[in-house]
């Protein structure tokens, strides 16, 4: 595994625009038909005919990651304001002064000690199913490997609670607007729509990920020997023990930030619902939100520019991972060949069953989410094919988008993923010892997201 090293980011995905330039000059030119229903233009899968195909030359791929960019200008901006807005917020300390509050709180009651996997993996899933908490939970692997270790766990309970429930909650996620929110408005729906069914999904992938842990921590507590990682953390426990002496609580204003993110959050979801807010509205709410925090936080004007500037610099990267994606998509479309793509895919994905469509679409998303790590990227490149795909087959968009998210559960285990790597690379934790202990849960998470695209295909979840 050391040997092996799949190319950048970058490079793979100039090599996909490359490819379907080369592809412009391979494939035929085709079109479906589309006709309005309830307001929305749907493709007629009986309609397609080949047609005249316009092949994209070297200049037309190399113009192609400018156009993807001035086209999801949209997109973009708002993700680089979204990371800047919880860039402040984490400057202010109040998530980690909330983390340090309730791991104190353990040594004064048994209570808290019982409860603490399911508060913990709750609040770090709810992070990630809302604000979309990914890599901002690696610095938390610095806390909760001592902590582990001091209540008798060991380095893997230390790592899942915040890196495992952060990606359960980003896969499942019900108003993430890195995956959710891009994704459905590149399939043309309501940004944050169908919430009430991801909610139960949530709910249920996040119970299931704290019962699996509690029985697993609760195996070492009485055997810590049977630990994957029980002579790691005997040299661990001799260097470091989680240090609180210096925290005195949270402050004022650590509890009025919280307080102004959980109604930002409110403000959201009611906007969303009642008024139909969409990526402009939503990213002007998160600006306010970086203000008032900034301001309650007591973080001087230079403070709150520079980690606003560095949220949104930190995610540069994802800006221009949804511009390549997008060329992609102007590059077959100039061509006329993604309805000839369209036509192509459908026999893998089609069923006799759209339950099964759904599933074979989670599938490929999970195959495509080995290489392409970014949920925002991944969106932006495969929901343009997979949303007219779903309509061909008999899948909702809905459900298609659900299928994408589901994806993103092999991201705990993949060895391409840098955030896999960097969190078990800060925890001292070897990729095969971890990926060996993963695929129980892996087992599980594929057997849940199977089963949780059943009820949106009876139903025709809109």
């Known amino acids: 595994m050391k040997k092996f090293k799949l190319p950048n980011t970058f490079v793979l995905l100039f090599a996909i625009l490359a490819l379907i330039a080369l592809a412009t000059w391979l494939v035929p030119g085709g079109k479906y038909d589309t006709h309005l229903v309830n307001g929305k233009q749907l493709i007629d899968p009986a309609s397609f ?40 917020l984490q400057k202010t300390e109040a998530i980690d002064a909330l983390i340090k509050s309730i791991a104190r709180a353990h040594s004064h009651s048994r209570f808290v000690r019982a409860a603490l996997i399911p508060v ?50 980003f896969s499942a996620a019900f108003l993430n607007p890195f995956n959710v929110g891009i994704a459905q408005g590149i399939a043309g729906l309501p940004v944050f729509s169908g919430m009430a069914y991801r909610i139960i999904v949530w709910v249920i992938a996040t119970a299931v990920t704290i019962v699996f842990l509690m029985w697993y921590a609760a195996r070492i507590k009485r055997h810590p020997e049977k630990s994957p990682t029980w002579m790691l953390d005997c040299e661990k426990r001799k260097e470091s023990q989680l240090d609180l002496s210096g925290f005195t609580g949270m402050t004022v204003q650590h509890r009025l930030v919280l307080w102004i993110f959980v ?19 939503i990213a002007a709410l998160f600006l306010t939100m970086a203000i008032l925090v900034g301001i309650v936080g007591r973080l001087g004007t230079d403070e709150m520019v520079a980690s606003f500037l560095q949220g949104a610099r930190d995610l540069v990267t994802t800006a ?92 705990p285990m993949i060895p391409t993923s840098g955030i896999t790597v960097g969190v078990l690379a800060l925890a001292r934790i070897p990729w095969l010892t971890w990926a060996r202990w993963m695929v129980p849960l892996q087992l599980i998470y594929l057997a849940l997201a199977l089963l949780l695209l059943i009820p949106p295909c009876l139903m025709q979840w809109q």
């Open 263 to 281: 109604a930002t959050l409110g403000t959201m979801v009611f906007g969303v619902v009642q008024f139909g807010w969409y990526i402009e509205q």
């Open 320 to 411: 221009l991972v949804i511009a390549l994606a997008r060329g992609t998509m102007i590059l077959a479309r100039d061509a006329n060949i993604i309805d000839s793509m369209l036509h192509g895919l459908m026999p893998l994905v089609q069923s006799s069953s759209p339950v099964f469509a759904a599933q074979k679409m989670f599938l490929i998303q999970s195959v495509i989410n080995f290489f392409i790590h970014s949920g925002t990227g991944q969106a932006a490149l495969t929901m343009p094919i997979m949303a007219p795909l779903a309509d061909l087959v008999g899948v909702t968009r809905q459900t298609a988008i659900l299928a994408y998210q589901f994806g993103e559960f092999t991201t």
């Open 120 to 169: 913990f993996v709750t609040m770090f899933s709810l992070g990630g199913a809302t604000f979309g908490m990914n890599e901002e939970a690696i610095p938390f692997i610095l806390i909760f490997v001592p902590l582990a270790l001091a209540l008798g766990y060991d380095s893997v309970v230390g790592v899942s609670i915040p890196f495992v429930g952060s990606q359960v909650g």
């Open 49 to 88: 005919h080949y047609i005249e195909s316009k092949p994209q030359g070297l200049a037309a791929l190399m113009m192609a990651p400018i156009k993807g960019f001035a086209e999801a200008a949209l997109i973009i901006g708002f993700v680089l304001i979204v990371g800047g807005a919880f860039a402040v």
